[in-house]
């Protein structure tokens, strides 16, 4: 039996040449879970290889890739944290930058950035019966190159939404509208979102009082 995951399910590969890597465990992302489930490997079971593949240059995940003005949690950071890494800033409702530095150095402080592989992205992923064991194809993002590594368990940390292409709802006249549209992912973190006039993409409040709020739904 084979089964095969496409990238909508967040596979992932390495391998280079003829010498194909296999390892116990390979979580695909680098973000909040990603390396909480690293810290639980390494210290439940010790003797297992690991590794994270990230398909961006950095960790961090949702905090380090928004940065539309105001960007925060939206619950307690006490309850968010992680159990073996309690949150002790003051603030229990912290903005990204926050966050982003406490599982940075969480990951640091548990060597779980030594294990982490930058600018690899999880393109596919197939499982075999017979070997039992996932073969991946993981996408080199600064070099183009194709890797093919093997592991006996795949553990999905991506997320439940694309980084690269957020939702991008209809909006009346957007085709002759000059306002542009902004996204979590995607708008700046200053200029004409900061200041307004834009379309906002988001459950959040816009960053500004006059961007407008595009549609839930499309018009009908």
Known sequence: MHRHLDAADDGGTMSTGTTVEHLDVLIVGAGLSGIGAAYYLQRDHPQRSVALLEAREASGGTWDLFRYPGVRSDSDLHTFGYEFEPWRAPQAVAGADQILAYLRDTAARHGIDRRTRYH?????????????????????????????????????????????????????????SPAPSCTPSTGPPTSTCATGGC??????????????????????
């Open 120 to 176: 690899h992205r999880v393109v596919s992923a197939s499982w075999s019966s017979d070997d039992a064991r996932w073969t991946v194809d993981v996408e080199r993002t600064d070099t183009g190159e194709h890797v093919e590594p093997t592991c006996s368990w795949l553990f999905c940390a991506g997320g439940y939404y694309r980084y690269d292409r957020g939702h991008t709802p209809r909006r009346p006249g957007s085709t002759a």
């Open 199 to 220: 379309w906002w993409s988001a459950a959040g409040p816009p960053p500004s009082p006059s961007c407008r709020r595009s549609p839930r739904r499309p018009p009908t």
